[in-house]
């Protein structure tokens, strides 16, 4: 089950989340909950896959919004870091950081299932 | 929470986000205070907004979403009549955002990661406040007929472009219809009001030229406060042709009061004071419709507060003095005293002698005449009284009673308790009232004239001929002397002149009642009066309207000749 010690362990600033919502833990945990079926991964990845940086870009800056919102650091900081590379459409290599968003995205949907 | 308690009802508000946890999250932020619909995007947005138009106090926008993305969203609303009053707070992580949605017409914005939800229901609130706010001025600020604003408002505004812009040169402009009561009479209601939408119209059309605001203060009286302008004739031209649009064969006559260059200290409100006195004045000159207020009126004015000021301690202290011009029957081989008329002088202690014809016609204005008109009539009922008791000679006075007093319910209680206190009867003191009194509102007058003869007051209707009264008002009204006004003497050399005093007197027979001709100058005008039938003579050829002990040779005078 996830906790707010858990969140804590994976890195996200859960004082700062919490007080998003009004210091309810259980609204919070419900919010974070919802993050890893968050659509927009599999936009920016099919996006990143065909190269079509506007719509990467979209999908970036969306979970960026919400990765904040929650302080899920350890998402945030490379969807953050993408974020603005997309912003700039700048060519580069995007597999490594979308890896690692990923990655992020799966430790947190696998402390969900706990 | 504070804010909600301060109005009872709960706001609704829409908050437009794609991202579902960012809606979840505002939703339960919000919930506490606010009834929150939901939408994912522009489109979805704009069709809820529609539903809800009359309900919605706000809308927390996401900028960039799918389908219709918050920028459009912020178009739409603001290009559309009524869903521009809607408020827009835009919820962006862009710094760039944030300039492009004010610019677009946003209330305000949040930025994400959101602030403490405190200050998200702060700003919130303060944006539901502020456009409810501006719901409500603007609601009450326009005139709902002509679109103009209204006065308070006006007054306001146009203190503000005083304050922040006090070097401009600005013209207080009053602008009116004369006689706009009978428009509204003669043509009704509705031609009245398509009247001042046109003349609001107008004034619209040269606030869009040239700058400034305006109001309709009042029933027909426009005030325009606008940056100098040196052709009002142009400006009157403009709106006379737009009047001649609705109507060809309707003459209407606007007048225009301008107090031009208004002083920067000068307080607004009186700033529109002189303009309007500027244009009241047209009503006496017929020559023109514009008026610029200039020193001669700043003079008159000042002069007129100055009356209006000192009058009560003019009363007090007797600085009011009555003079007494006698009337002499010409109807024997010998004139011979029949009476007086009660004329006021005002001798001020640091203006001098100031005449009635200066004082009384602004004290009838104000309605200060019924403590000037009270003052006389006791002063000269104590004089009738120590006359009679000096000479043993009852000497009728005639006293004006002014057009305010006859509305007075206590009018003939007055007179009657003046009588009283000085012993004298109906028969000493004569009551003249003018004929236009007489045409302003016949009803009333007669009623009460007639209710001042049953109580046995004798009747004098002065300044007969200055009038418009239609003949035909002559049979009805109650009267028991006819006063010519002296305009006609003036003339009565002239051939014409004298054949309009012979019809006059013509009337005066039919009605049966004896006429008093004033302003009688010359031997020549009092033979020529004594032969077309005029019974009493009062003016300079007899004597000027002298203070109450030189009256006294006129009592000698006529005793010598009894002793004859």
Not at chain 1, 5 to 15: E, S
Not at chain 2, 70 to 88: H, K, Q, V, Y
Not at chain 2, 98 to 106: N, Q, T, V
Request: charged fraction near 30%; aromatic fraction near 8%; include cysteine.
């Amino acid at each position: 089950m996830l906790t707010i010690d858990a969140l804590q362990a994976f890195g996200a600033n859960v004082t700062d989340g919490m007080t998003r919502c009004l210091g309810r833990e259980d609204f919070y945990l419900r919010l974070v909950r919802m993050i890893p079926s968050d659509r927009n991964f599999e936009r920016l990845a099919d996006a990143i896959g065909t190269n079509d940086l506007a719509a990467a870009f979209e999908a970036a800056h969306a979970l960026k919004g919400v990765l904040a919102n929650l302080s899920l650091t350890p998402i945030l900081t490379p969807t953050a870091e993408m974020t603005e590379l997309l912003r700039a459409r700048t060519e580069t290599d995007y597999a490594p950081l979308l890896d690692e968003v990923l990655r992020r995205r799966d430790e947190l949907r696998a402390l969900c299932a706990d | 929470m504070t804010f909600s308690n301060s109005y009872p009802a709960r706001r609704l508000v829409l908050v437009v986000d794609d991202e579902s946890v960012n809606r979840h999250l505002l939703g339960m932020i919000l919930s506490e205070d606010y009834d929150v619909i939901y939408a994912e995007n522009g489109r979805e947005a704009l069709a809820l907004i529609h539903e809800k138009r009359e309900l919605l106090s706000l809308v927390l926008l996401d900028l960039l979403m799918p389908e219709m993305d918050g920028f459009t969203l912020i178009e739409t609303l603001r290009a559309d009549e009524e869903l521009r009053r809607i408020p827009i707070i835009v919820l962006t992580s862009e710094k760039s955002a944030e300039l492009r949605s004010l610019r677009l017409g946003a209330a305000d914005f949040i930025t994400k990661p959101y602030d403490m939800p405190e200050v998200i229901l702060a700003r919130v609130w303060r944006i539901i406040e502020l456009s409810e706010g501006r719901s409500i001025i603007r609601a009450a600020e326009k005139d709902p007929l002509t679109g103009l604003y209204t006065m308070n408002f006006f007054e306001e505004y146009a203190q503000q472009v005083r304050r922040y812009e006090p070097n401009s040169a600005m013209d207080a402009v009053a602008l009116n219809i004369d006689r706009f009561h009978m428009v509204n009479d003669l043509y009704g209601r509705e031609f009245g009001d398509r009247v001042l939408i046109t003349i609001a119209e107008g004034i619209l059309g040269w606030r869009k030229e040239r700058g400034g605001i305006a109001c309709r203060a009042e029933a027909d009286m426009f005030y325009l406060y606008w940056p100098h302008c040196d052709d009002y004739d142009a400006v009157l031209a403009r709106l006379e042709e737009l009047l001649a649009g609705i109507s060809r064969t309707t003459r209407l006559r606007l007048r225009v009061g301008v107090y031009p260059n208004a002083g920067r200290d000068e307080d607004v409100s009186r700033q529109f004071d002189r303009a309007k006195v500027a244009c009241n004045r047209i009503r006496d000159t017929y020559a023109k419709s514009i008026l610029i207020y200039d020193d001669e009126m700043h003079r008159r004015e000042v002069y007129a507060e100055r009356l209006i000021n000192d009058i009560q301690t003019a009363l007090e202290e007797g600085q009011l003095k009555v003079y007494y011009q006698p009337k002499y029957d010409i109807r024997g081989d010998r004139p011979r005293l029949h009476g007086a008329e009660a004329l006021v002088r005002w001798q001020h202690p640091e203006l001098g002698m100031v005449g009635p014809n200066v004082f009384i016609p602004l004290f009838e204005r104000n309605g200060l005449i019924r403590l000037v008109d009270r003052y006389v009539w006791r002063t000269a009922a104590a004089q009738a009284h120590a006359w009679r008791e000096e000479f043993g000679v009852r000497l009728p006075i005639s006293v004006n009673v002014s057009r305010v007093d006859l509305y007075d319910p206590d009018l003939a209680k007055t007179l009657l308790e003046i009588l009283k206190e000085n012993d004298l009867t109906t028969a000493d003191l004569l009551l003249e009232i003018t004929e236009s009194a007489y045409a302003e509102d016949t009803e009333q007058m007669l009623e009460t004239v007639q209710g001042l003869r049953e109580r046995g007051f004798l009747i004098e209707m002065d300044d007969f001929g200055s009038g418009y009264s239609s003949l035909n008002m002559l049979a009805v009204m109650p009267i028991d002397v006819l006063k010519l006004d002296m305009k006609f003497i003036q003339n009565v050399q002239d051939g014409k002149g004298v054949r309009l005093i012979e019809l006059i007197m013509d009337i005066v027979k039919c009605l049966g009642v004896p006429a008093v001709a004033e302003g009688v100058e010359t031997a020549e005008q009092c033979r020529l009066l004594k032969e077309i039938g005029c019974d009493v003579i009062q003016g300079y050829y007899f004597s000027r309207p002298v203070p109450p002990e030189e009256f006294k040779p006129f009592f000698f005078k006529e005793g010598q000749h009894a002793d004859d």
